[in-house]
């Protein structure tokens, strides 16, 4: 768990936004919600937007906020 704080605090440090479903597949991290609460309680400023994708299913996007 705590790596894939690490992982996923230093990829959205880059600069990128990360969904639940790219958060599996490049960091095998099943509970996105759960490491952004994570990051969030360290101080780590997130927001997130919610798209609808092609086949209607709401899907949430973090990225880090500016400051």
Known sequence: MESQNK?????????NS?????ALKQF???????????????GMN?????MKSTEGKRIAIYFEGVN
């Open 28 to 42: 095998g991290c099943f509970r996105l919600a759960a490491r952004i609460k994570n990051l969030k309680d360290e």
């Open 7 to 15: 992982a996923i605090k230093a990829y959205l440090k880059k600069g």
């Open 46 to 50: 997130i927001q997130k937007i919610m």
């Open 18 to 22: 990360i969904t639940a479903m790219q």
